[in-house]
């Protein structure tokens, strides 16, 4: 078992060693913990991993820094995150070169036909074998060859990149799960379906870890797929003896069309598994697009896409590949991210303009909490991941877990270096009645205590880092009990799930929100309860062949605005309880989407950056009217606003079957406005029924984060070169990238300079020279703004 080490960059989780490699961490949208880690950004390299991963599963950490570069790095943006490559893991991409009689497996972008590259690579390469051709999404090859066959690509005009696809063995250490069943408490998937509809005859794409087709819910409904790590016909998970075991892809297949013991939203869906995510979990961007294309070509109606980075921007490479599949005639949902509760947190591809972007919802639920009757003072409990239930019935009195005197009381923990499960364990053998653990810093802390075949049989939550030190003083001045009450929780949005807005274009995001949190649903052996927004996606991807079977006829557009229009947002008097950038259009209604009578194209009002002194914008509404009568629309106007007058159309006639569009113009006096983003609802009526619709738009500036992204790594095939990407949220004249001593703090120098840079993603190359002495650095990236502005955010650079 690795043990937790903190390196004092809040919510950062770094990895050192192989290669000169530094990158934004791309992850899946799932919140399954290991025990002592925590990093509420989903954190993998090279680039995508699945759900179960979040808070920091699988991830080790590098030896403990000093404090004061522990202090540096706690200084990073917020908005940021940043990662290096593990020594750890042999993974995707960042692997040490194969042996030269070992065949290695690679997929390359290209320029022109793939289809006449095939032909050529054929003809004057025959020991480079051509694996797949993708054409859809964008132009590749799938390759396989020996490493001194392969180096021919570099000089190969029309080869553009190349990215490694291979797996490896990864370190030993891994959570095991704690099983559960259909019967137990948790929600169920088949709890969503309110219709008479199967999802039968639809076809589900789930690009994720593979699945376990072999599962006795699923075989059924398993009609193949494809596996674009190995690049064979196999879509298994990954199995113990092949690397870092997976279960991911069976749980989000098993919500959205599990059929037996336990039942999926769609439980006649047909189900086509795509494996773009290996062992651990972990895969590149390029193995997802492989995967959506393999998908696009299989027919599929809808696909499901449960994994996520962390770049806050509409234009990365994956969402684009997103909007382009939707383009050919492809439902895609996907996954928030569970980056919460931060402002800018939804990453790509949910970033999409095209897809369906899905946050995690809570149910109602009693939750507990600890009471110090003399200072009349409350403790918030947040059970970890595998813990029982915390239903103490008497007070019980609190003492530091690390005394001997623990039999029926409460072993308070501060988290460290000794991992959850081995904390717990230590209290249930000494006879406690229950465990808290409190977090070393600031913010939220979500972890597991699951034990595999030795599970811990007492309670344990954790508390904020504020409950623990009051706790601690109080401890230095005599006994202290604590009572267990319970407040009842209304439903929300889940803290984890990630916020929008997106940079750069605006959008709204997420769109909708689905249930997230205690999911049971099926995994390798048996069922698994899981949170987060990947268990939240693909009950919207079930809620898609529900609607898409009930009308075959209904475009994407059509199916995603009877979602949208019908769904119902957390409400407090009638009124939506929560921003839109938090939950969208609200929680999804299946049945109310089935038999919707209006719908709403795209309903979301995003009107983009107001910069000039009186500006407007406009957003035409398309609302169609699939009743049997004549249907009426009004807006409600909203109360007057310094700064902001609304335009609306008069009151709306359609005719059953037909459509009309609503313009809603809104012109903004932007000096009688604060700067920043501005969101609020406005709401269409018919008759008795009251849509409310979200608005958002940027006052001058928005304060996003500026810099959302930075990759170094080597290119393949070609020695003492290196290849960077830097992604802006902002026109900026010049990006830097500073070395600096991470001990003396002191300037090193400089590593890169880019000048006018792309508002989006920037690439390019930089030789072993530019580089400079290998060794660890703090790297300092800062883009000045055009107007004059500039920001900065820090990570740690191993250099090899």
Not at 222 to 244: K, N, Q, S
Not at 615 to 621: D, G, R, Y
Not at 632 to 637: E, L, N, S
Request: glycine share 10%.
């Amino acid at each position: 078992m690795v043990k937790d080490t903190w390196v004092g960059w809040k919510y950062r989780l770094y990895r050192v060693g192989i290669g000169r490699r530094a990158e934004v961490s791309l992850g899946a949208c799932g919140n399954q913990q290991e025990s002592g880690k925590i990093a509420r950004s989903p954190l993998t390299s090279p680039t995508l991993l699945p759900a179960d991963m979040e808070d920091g599963i699988f991830t080790p950490y590098p030896p403990k820094l000093s404090r004061k570069r522990s202090l540096a790095m706690h200084r990073c943006t917020a908005g940021v995150i940043f990662i290096l490559s593990a020594i750890f893991f042999a993974l995707p991409g960042i692997h040490a070169a194969p042996k030269d009689s070992e065949a290695q497996s690679i997929i390359v972008e290209v320029e022109g036909d793939p289809w006449e590259h095939k032909e050529y690579l054929e003809s004057y390469h025959p020991m480079i074998e051509v694996v797949e051709v993708y054409e859809q999404l964008f132009g590749g090859l799938a390759l396989r060859g020996r490493p001194e066959k392969l180096e021919v690509l570099n000089e190969l005009e029309f080869v553009t990149s190349l990215h490694q696809v291979r797996t490896y063995e990864a370190a030993p250490d891994q959570m095991s799960a704690v099983m559960a069943e259909p019967g137990e408490e948790g929600v169920l998937p088949s709890s969503l379906n309110d219709t008479s509809y199967t999802g039968k005859g639809i076809k589900v794409g789930v690009v994720d870890t593979g699945i376990d087709y072999n599962h006795p819910d699923l075989a059924a409904n398993y009609r193949g797929g494809y596996d674009l790590v190995d690049l064979d016909d196999d879509p298994m998970e990954t199995v113990a003896g092949e690397g870092i075991p997976t279960v991911h892809g069976t749980h989000v297949a098993g919500i959205i069309a599990a059929d037996g013991v336990m039942k999926g939203v769609a439980p006649d869906a047909e189900i086509y598994a795509y494996r773009a995510l290996g062992p651990g979990g972990r895969g590149t961007s390029i193995q997802v697009i492989a995967a959506m294309e393999q998908a696009v070509k299989d027919g599929v109606d809808i696909m499901n896409l449960s994994l996520g980075n962390t770049v806050n921007g509409p234009d990365y490479p994956t969402s684009m590949a997103v909007n382009r599949a939707s383009e050919l005639g492809v439902a895609v949902v996907l996954a928030n991210g569970n980056n919460g509760p931060g402002d800018w947190t939804v990453g790509s591809p949910a970033t999409a303009s095209g897809a369906l972007g899905v946050g995690a919802s809570s149910p109602e639920r009693k939750q507990p909490f600890l009471y110090h009757f003399p200072s009349d003072t409350t403790i918030p409990l947040a059970a970890m991941h595998g813990s029982v239930p915390w239903q103490l019935e008497r007070a019980a009195q609190v003492v530091r877990g690390d005394g001997e005197a623990l039999t029926g009381k409460i072993a308070l923990f501060q988290r460290g270096e000794v991992p959850f499960y081995e904390m717990a364990k230590h209290a249930e053998e000494a006879g406690a009645a229950g465990v808290i653990i409190y977090n070393h810093e600031d913010g939220p802390l979500n972890g597991s205590v699951d034990g595999g075949n030795d599970p811990i049989t007492i309670p344990v939550a954790s508390i904020a880092r504020e409950a623990g030190l009051w706790l601690e003083e109080q401890l230095q001045q005599g006994p202290v009990r604590l009572e267990t009450n319970y407040m009842d929780m209304e439903k929300a949005v889940a803290e984890f799930s990630s916020r929008g807005p997106v940079t750069v274009n605006w959008d709204i995001k997420p769109d909708v929100i689905a249930p997230g949190t205690e999911i049971i649903s099926t995994v390798p052996d048996g069922y698994q309860q899981l949170q987060g927004t990947s268990m939240a996606a693909p009950h919207v991807t079930g809620a898609l062949a529900l609607l898409k079977e009930a009308h075959p006829d209904w475009s994407n557009e059509q199916l995603f605005g009877a979602l949208m229009t019908t769904a119902l947002p957390l409400e407090e008097d009638g009124k939506p309880s929560e921003k839109a950038t938090i939950q969208g259009m609200g929680e999804i209604r299946p049945k109310e989407a089935v038999e919707a009578e209006t719908i709403i194209h795209d309903p979301m009002i995003s009107l983009g950056t107001m910069a000039g002194y009186r500006e407007s914008a406009t957003k035409v509404l398309k609302v169609e009217n699939h009743g049997s009568k004549p249907k009426t629309y009004t807006f409600d106007i909203p109360r007057k606003q310094r700064g902001l007058t609304w335009e609306f159309p008069t009151t709306v006639e359609v005719a059953p079957g037909e459509s009309a569009e609503l313009p809603v113009k809104l012109v903004v006096n932007s000096q009688q406005l604060e700067e920043g983003v501005h969101q609020g609802w406005i709401t269409l009526m018919e008759e008795e029924q009251r849509i409310h619709l979200p608005y958002l738009f940027v006052n001058q500036q928005a304060g996003q984060p500026k810099v959302m992204g930075f990759e170094l790594e080597p290119r393949m095939f070609e020695d003492d070169m290196y290849e960077y990407h830097l992604y802006l949220t902002e026109k900026a004249v010049l990006a830097e990238v500073d070395l600096y001593d991470p001990d003396t703090l002191m300037y090193e120098r400089n590593l890169l300079r880019v000048e006018e840079p792309e508002t989006g993603q920037n690439e390019g190359k930089l030789t072993g020279e530019d580089l400079g002495p290998p060794g660890y650095y703090i790297a300092v990236i800062t883009a000045y703004l055009e107007n004059g502005e500039q920001e900065s955010v820090e990570l740690l650079l191993h250099l090899e």
